[in-house]
């Protein structure tokens, strides 16, 4: 059953040693920071708060009267020059 | 946000953990069990099986009787196993240590299999019942395996391996139904499937 | 553009503001990126969505009718019936999984999908090593295994294919322009990492050089399980976490929360699969400890349905014009039925009645359909025409999809929980006879629900006719829109 | 460095995007009731409810893992074998040997002989009407219910070829006796024979102790026993 032991190895030694440093890299990249405004991240600012941005083809989105979005706090990354 | 840093450790060491805990600790717990000797009968139990059994755990596999059959009765207090007379004892890890693999099954859609060999006994039974399940059990919503079985036109004088059928089930006159290797083999597979010796540790 | 689908594609189409057209640009250059490889894996998963779903009819007649077709030796119960599940779990489920991941990942990292030529070639290799298993299953060469019949001669292909994607995640994610982590990542970064773990150890641990006895059960079941909670639910819950918010234009409830869920999910899911071996041989405190940690998803599963449905709450109308939120709800509220459900069978008294009975049956599809399955669609639905640049075709189309499969799934789940708890406990009570031609038995029981299954089948795959339908439709589409939506790409670039 | 502090461009006032836009996600909360928790900078305290919650689980968790844990031993099977119900035994209910035999007759019997007692034509001899079950004396029954019965066996004047099951180590000696008594005396068949107990299972079971070894009887040796066995 060597199998098992390399298996062994590699759960307790080598697979916790890289979540260290991943979890060292992502400290340093300040993932762990400002956690809630993370939920804002997938909107970009543009997007109308409450309204749907999905509805059947053809058809009209929810009428929901919706005040526009307040700039999103994230900041955004623009796309590299052509 | 100090928590963060603590869950994201948490993700690898997570599933490492079950994998230590339901893989690896079982399997040095009790991964290497050994036959042991019944004092009643002063026999080695278990016993690995005959290589004609092997051949039909290879048929049983194949054709997926797992789907709708287990291989293991529970203890006494739990479930009817035992008053179903599926078997005398609960079943333990070590009646399993020569099966690869190992067949639990986790659908009753017919009886469990474990001591089939003790309660049916009878290879003609086991034919009659694989040709054509309704012959013996009435009601029963098992697949016919008659793919496992050949119909023959009679020789001189009948095969002696000729599957006996009730009429309304035989094959027109002057044919016979033969087994073929895979259905032999598999009823030798389920007749040695027995898991009665009295283990010390299934009380 | 297409007159008669302005409303999605107004989100995409090109702007006067400078800023605005530039934001957009984008969004379309991301979306453009991963045309190729989606069309690719989403049209190979629904085509195993087809054949599984035939499949699963053969099956679930075979089971009330055993003379159907019971002279073929590949269409017998026991071959159709793991066919089905290696179809749909890595045929289907595995293969739109991938793609939406692909996407959610291209999205949320802000990058536009580099090297598609990779995710092809997985793509190729996956569908030719779930070919190839599905058949093998089908000539009797199953390896006997549940969750892993298919042979180890099919299995390195899956890996080879599996291994490629894995590397385009860890690319995609290196390179990613989007600094801020989205809990949607976590759970697709967390699935990409689980997956290969259970999926390698199962197959060494199994096939390559089996363990002893009775621990081939508990790797079996820690495997077959896992499949479930460390890769299916994560992309499920994934998928959930950012379509209901961003269909919604409004964010997660309670960010803390889908936090707590996250880490509680990866604590305590990958401890469960012992329970289904209660009462099993084997030792009494690893069954024990696998209802302990299924009790303890309550954690997560509560965390994760207040963020679900308080999220929605007071949008609940938007289900009339959203058809992306409907199957997105229903997921989510199945998600949330499904695992306390699951919590209550995973307790030796309930387990003692329900264990070995069609009610697991029933259960499993409650979680891989009516959550997963149902969750897959709506993604789809999302991601096609944002992809493609053109809109879905049919709104009848997607009509009837939702209302078959949404009917057809409760009509399966409910009815063969109740028929699978009358059966377990006819079967736990000796003197009910388990089959017999005239009096009530644990068989005849049964089959009223069974033949109920085969109806809500029938149901389900008129529904995936119409998906597939109408997602040939939309290819064809945007083949004839190729050259205008070519142009308008490169208008929205200027 | 996504922080509003450290990175100018995510600043509402210095980002040229946000001219003329509101300011801070809380003025969004105050417009919409709908978005009341919408999240902030500050970090909310954890809910009371949350926190009992999760302790009452944990606790429970502790609790049943000790309690059923078996002491984590590999051979402990009964979740309750330690702990508390330690003392708890599970004493099979008891039947009546009418009901027993009920039982073991549709789980064990049935198959061949089939559920009305028929059997089936050709194959398994039937139970019903049988002149093997009806003999004034249980001694014939019992051996065959041990040890089995070797064809051909003349039954009802049709003749059955065939090996029957021996259940000498599956049946105790109740299950054997209930079992007997209820085809020996089962109205609907016809058959009104006496009933038989336990100890005449018994008694048989080890005056044949050395017979089950050389598999089951034939129809001669079994004619040759006397109707009535002596009483044990």
Redesign the interface.
């Known amino acids: 059953?060597s199998?098992?032991w390399i298996?062994f190895v590699c759960s307790l030694v080598v697979l916790p040693g890289i979540a260290l440093l991943a979890f060292r890299w992502a400290m340093r990249?300040?993932?762990f920071r400002h956690?809630?405004?993370?939920?804002?991240?997938?909107?970009?600012?543009?997007?109308?708060?409450?309204?749907?941005?999905?509805?059947?083809?053809?058809?009209?989105?929810?009428k929901?009267p919706?005040p526009t979005r307040p700039p999103n706090p994230?900041s955004?990354?623009?796309?590299p020059e052509? | 946000m100090n928590?963060?840093p603590i869950?994201f450790l948490?993700?690898?060491l997570?599933?490492a953990?079950?994998?230590c805990?339901?893989?690896l600790i079982?399997?040095l717990?009790?991964?290497?069990?050994q036959p042991v000797k019944i004092e009643e009968t002063g026999e080695l139990y278990p016993q690995s099986r005959p290589g004609i059994a092997q051949q039909g755990m290879a048929v049983?596999?194949?054709?997926?009787?797992?789907?709708?059959h287990?291989q293991?009765v529970?203890?006494e207090h739990?479930?009817?196993d035992i008053?179903?007379n599926w078997g005398q004892r609960?079943?333990?890890?070590?009646?399993?240590?020569f099966?690869?693999?190992?067949?639990?099954g986790?659908?009753?859609?017919g009886?469990d299999l474990t001591n089939i060999g003790l309660r049916q006994n009878s290879v003609t039974w086991h034919l009659q019942h694989l040709y054509t399940?309704v012959i013996t059990?009435?009601?029963?919503?098992?697949?016919?395996?008659?793919?496992l079985f050949e119909q023959r036109k009679i020789g001189a004088k009948p095969s002696p391996d000729a599957v006996p059928l009730p009429k309304e089930y035989a094959p027109e006159p002057g044919y016979e139904i033969i087994p073929k290797a895979e259905a032999k083999a598999l009823v030798q597979y389920l007749l040695s499937l027995k898991a009665s010796a009295p283990l010390p540790e299934t009380r | 553009m297409n007159a008669?689908?302005p409303?999605?594609l107004a989100?995409l189409s090109p702007?006067d503001n400078e800023?605005?057209a530039?934001?957009r640009?984008?969004?379309a250059?991301i979306d453009a990126s991963c045309r190729g490889p989606l069309l690719f894996l989403f049209s190979g998963s629904i085509i195993w969505l087809l054949v599984g779903t035939v499949f699963a009819l053969l099956a679930s007649l075979?089971?009330?009718n055993?003379?159907y077709l019971?002279?073929?030796?590949w269409l017998?119960?026991?071959?159709v019936?793991?066919a089905h599940l290696n179809a749909v779990i890595y045929g289907f489920a595995s293969e739109a999984a991938i793609g939406v991941t692909l996407w959610l990942m291209c999205?949320?990292c802000?990058t536009p999908l580099l090297f598609g030529w990779i995710i092809n070639a997985a793509g190729v290799f996956w569908n030719l090593g779930v070919t190839i298993g599905v058949v093998a299953i089908l000539a009797?060469?199953?390896?006997?295994?549940?969750w892993l019949e298919i042979p180890p001669y099919a299995t390195p292909i899956l890996f080879v294919s599996y291994a490629l994607i894995a590397v385009w995640g860890v690319i995609t994610f290196r390179f990613r322009?989007?600094?801020?982590?989205?809990?949607?990542q976590?759970y697709l970064?967390?699935a990409l990492?689980?997956f290969p773990?259970?999926y390698s150890?199962a197959q060494?641990?199994?096939v390559?050089?089996?363990?002893?006895?009775?621990?081939?059960?508990?790797?079996?079941w820690?495997f077959a399980h896992?499949v479930l909670g460390?890769w299916f639910t994560p992309i499920g819950l994934a998928s959930i976490y950012?379509f209901i918010?961003?269909?919604?234009?409004?964010?997660?409830?309670?960010?803390?929360l889908?936090?707590l869920g996250?880490?509680s999910l990866?604590?305590f899911y990958?401890?469960n699969?012992?329970h289904?071996?209660v009462?099993?041989?084997?030792?009494?405190?690893?069954?024990?400890?696998?209802?302990?940690a299924s009790?303890?998803m309550?954690?997560p599963v509560i965390t994760v349905g207040i963020n679900h449905h308080?999220t929605m709450?007071?949008?609940f109308?938007?289900l009339k014009?959203?058809?992306?939120?409907r199957f997105m709800v229903f997921g989510g509220m199945s998600y949330t039925l499904t695992s306390l459900h699951g919590i209550a069978l995973a307790l030796?008294s309930v387990s003692?009645v329900t264990?070995?009975?069609?009610s697991?049956?029933a259960h499993s599809h409650q979680g891989m359909y009516a959550f997963f399955t149902m969750v897959m669609f709506g993604a789809i639905?999302?991601i096609m025409p944002r992809v493609l640049q053109v809109?879905?075709?049919?709104?009848r189309l997607?009509?009837v999809h939702f209302w078959a499969v949404a009917i057809g799934i409760l009509l399966y789940v409910f009815p063969l929980i109740v028929g699978g708890t009358l059966e377990g406990m006819a079967?736990?009570?000796?003197?009910v006879?388990?089959?017999?031609?005239?009096?009530p038995?644990v068989?005849?029981l049964?089959?009223p629900y069974l033949k109920t299954r085969s109806y809500s089948g029938m149901l389900i795959f008129l529904g995936h006719l119409a998906f597939a339908i109408s997602f040939g439709w939309i290819v064809l589409r945007w083949a004839q829109a190729g050259r205008l939506a070519r142009l308008k790409t490169s208008l929205a670039?200027v | 460095?996504?922080s509003p502090t450290s990175t100018p461009s995510s600043s509402p006032g210095n980002d040229p995007?946000s001219r003329g836009r509101p300011a801070g996600v809380k003025d969004l909360a105050a417009r919409d009731p709908?978005?009341h928790?919408?999240?902030g900078e500050s970090?909310?305290p954890i809910s009371l409810m949350l926190v009992i919650f999760?302790a009452t689980?944990f606790s429970?968790?502790g609790y049943?893992?000790h309690r059923?844990?078996?002491?984590?031993?590999?051979?402990?099977?009964?979740?309750n074998?330690y702990g508390l119900a330690a003392a708890k035994t599970n004493a099979a209910e008891k039947l009546d040997p009418y009901?027993l035999g009920?039982?073991v007759f549709?789980?064990t019997c049935?198959r061949c002989h089939q559920?009305?007692g028929l059997g089936l034509p050709g194959q398994y001899p039937p139970l019903a009407g049988s002149e093997w079950v009806l003999a004034p004396g249980p001694a014939r029954m019992i051996r065959i219910v041990l040890d089995a019965v070797q064809g051909p066996i003349p039954v009802k004047g049709a003749t059955f070829d065939n090996v029957m099951t021996p259940w000498r180590d599956t049946l105790n000696d109740e299950q054997i006796a209930a079992v007997i008594t209820f085809v020996r005396t089962q109205k609907e068949w016809g058959n009104t024979a006496s009933p038989v107990t336990p100890e005449e299972v018994a008694a048989i079971r080890a005056k044949t102790k050395a017979r089950s070894a050389a598999g089951p009887w034939t129809v001669a040796e079994l004619q040759a026993l006397p109707d009535q066995e002596p009483n044990p």
């Open positions: 059953m199998v098992l298996l990249q300040g993932e956690l809630e405004k993370t939920a804002l991240s997938i909107f970009d600012d543009d997007e109308p708060v409450g309204q749907t941005t999905d509805c059947f083809p053809g058809g009209q989105r929810g929901k919706a994230i955004r990354p623009r796309l052509a | 928590y963060g869950l948490g993700i690898f997570t599933v953990s079950s994998w805990g339901l893989v079982p399997h717990q009790f991964g290497r069990q049983y596999q194949a054709n997926g009787c797992i789907y709708c287990t293991q529970r203890a739990f479930g009817a008053a179903r609960r079943t333990v890890a070590r009646d399993y240590i099966d690869k693999p190992v067949m639990l986790t659908m009753r859609t009886p399940p059990s009435k009601g029963s919503i098992m697949p016919p395996f008659r793919f | 008669a689908s409303s999605i989100a702007s800023e605005l530039q934001r640009a984008v969004l250059e075979k089971l009330h055993p003379e019971a002279n073929y030796s017998t119960f026991g071959r019936r793991p999205r949320l802000r009797g060469d199953s390896t006997g295994i549940e322009r989007e600094k801020h982590l989205y809990v949607s976590w970064l967390a990492f689980w773990w259970i150890a060494i641990l199994l390559l050089d089996p363990v002893r006895g009775t621990v081939q059960a508990a790797v079996n820690w896992n460390l950012y918010p961003k269909v919604l234009g409004k964010p997660v409830y309670n960010y803390s889908s936090v996250f880490w990866a604590l990958n401890w699969g012992m289904h071996l009462g099993g041989p084997m030792p009494a405190w690893l069954i024990t400890v696998s209802i302990v009790v303890m309550t954690i308080l709450w007071g949008s109308r938007e014009t959203s058809p992306v939120l030796r003692e264990h070995f009975t069609h697991t049956i639905y999302y809109d879905w075709p049919s709104a997607i009509r079967m736990t009570n000796p003197d006879p388990f089959v017999d031609a005239v009096k038995s068989v005849s049964t089959l670039r | 460095m996504n995007r709908l978005e928790v919408e999240p970090q909310r999760l689980l429970w968790a049943y893992a059923y844990g078996g002491g984590y031993e590999p051979l402990i099977y009964n979740e074998a009901a009920q039982r549709g789980n049935a559920p009305d």
